[in-house]
């Protein structure tokens, strides 16, 4: 469905999150690092991109870069690598070799610092949305899945992504009769694939025909205890709050109206906050207008990893940062660096998700044909980093 996402209350965090958040309670000698994060062509600010460095200990020292795509690092001196992640580091990254000199801080060429796309990306194309034209638009690479072909997992397993477009799911077709898609997603997911889905395409999660009418319906592969949407949205505003402080802090937005335009979208009409993190919620009424979930597991259906082959030297683990009380940091590294990981007391796997499960990501909005979407394309382009 078309709609329009105009500003209500911009919060400019420019100088948020872009400082050192590493530990030097060894008494490590450090240097400064600053730079800008953009996209590989088009050179878009990159906010929210996880910066780091390790010292010979492999002690980790990491910044995030701000709303401008604007970091500073407090860095070990000597060689370094300084890696550049969006996500968990497996689908968008990008590092280069440093000297980091004591006391001393380097301004980085831009040029340097664009994250490049490892994923494999595809889309299924929709009638009311098109998220390849945002991807497109910071200058990443998509290829076009039908909807027939989920059905053959020896397609959809060679992807690290799939984008799930509004109107994929055309009234001739129903994902509740298709249960061979169905657990080919689901078998996607559970063996590291990520997936992104907007309003109608829900059916794909949770069941339904071409969409999704009441709460438990036949067909998808989520928990029906864990989700609820019917498509009884009408033509509204909604005042939003953007709910997680990392998405707040990577767009610089806080608040925003989401216009709902046209007459039918699907509302979230219960959320198990257990299995999903909710991003944005109508600020009035406290309702859920975007999802994230790296919960979904299915043991039955573990298997080889999805995706590009490119992922093959690096594996993603959770790394135990040296500082007292500090949060375990999901992200990923050379295959050839694991053991010494490993060593430091370092785990296999991402700090959160099931197993080997990727992320999901579900919004009650999405971006057109007609490219008429305002700040949403802020909030979009997070997701597509982010997965």
Not at 17 to 37: A, F
Not at 43 to 64: C, M, P, Q, R, T
Not at 117 to 130: E, K
Not at 153 to 169: K, R
Request: aromatic share 8%.
């Amino acid at each position: 469905m078309k709609k329009q996402l105009l500003i209500l209350l911009l919060s400019v965090l420019t100088l948020v999150s872009c400082s050192d958040e590493s530990n030097n309670s060894s008494g490590q000698k450090t240097g400064t690092l600053k730079g800008k994060v953009t996209t590989i062509n088009t050179h878009k600010a990159v906010g929210g991109a996880l910066v780091f460095a390790f010292d010979d200990e492999k002690n980790i020292y990491y910044a995030y870069s701000n709303a401008a795509g604007d970091f500073e690092l407090n860095a070990p001196i000597g060689d370094r690598t300084l890696y550049i992640q969006t996500g968990d580091g497996s689908n968008f990254r990008t590092n280069i070799n440093v000297v980091v000199q004591e006391n001393q801080t380097q301004q980085l060429e831009e040029s340097s610092l664009r994250l490049d796309q490892v994923a494999r990306i595809a889309y299924v194309s929709g009638s009311y949305d098109s998220i390849e034209e945002i991807i497109a638009s910071l200058g990443y690479e998509t290829e076009s899945l039908t909807y027939a072909q989920l059905s053959d997992y020896s397609i959809v397993s060679q992807y690290d992504i799939i984008f799930l477009n509004c109107g994929s799911i055309a009234s001739s077709n129903s994902i509740s009769n298709n249960p061979t898609a169905t657990t080919n997603l689901a078998q996607f997911v559970t063996n590291g694939g990520s997936l992104y889905a907007s309003d109608w395409a829900i059916a794909y999660l949770i069941g339904g025909t071409n969409r999704t009418t009441a709460c438990n319906a036949s067909g998808g592969f989520i928990p029906d205890s864990t989700l609820c949407s019917l498509g009884n949205g009408s033509a509204t505003t909604l005042n939003a709050l953007i709910t997680n402080s990392a998405l707040a802090n990577a767009i610089g937005l806080t608040t925003l109206d989401i216009e709902y335009d046209l007459a039918s979208w699907q509302k979230i009409n219960s959320v198990d906050e257990s299995f999903w993190e909710v991003l944005v919620r109508d600020s009035t009424t406290n309702e859920a207008l975007m999802i994230k979930t790296n919960n979904f597991y299915d043991q039955s259906l573990a298997g080889s990893r999805v995706g590009n082959s490119q992922n093959s030297d690096w594996i993603t683990i959770c790394h135990v940062p040296d500082e007292n009380g500090s949060s375990p940091i999901t992200i990923t590294i050379e295959a050839s660096a694991l053991q010494d990981h490993l060593d430091h007391g370092d785990a296999l796997g991402s700090c959160s998700a099931v197993g080997t499960s990727g992320t999901i990501y579900y919004t009650t909005f999405h971006n057109h044909a007609n490219q008429n979407i305002g700040n949403s394309q802020f909030i979009l382009e997070h997701v597509i980093l982010n997965l």
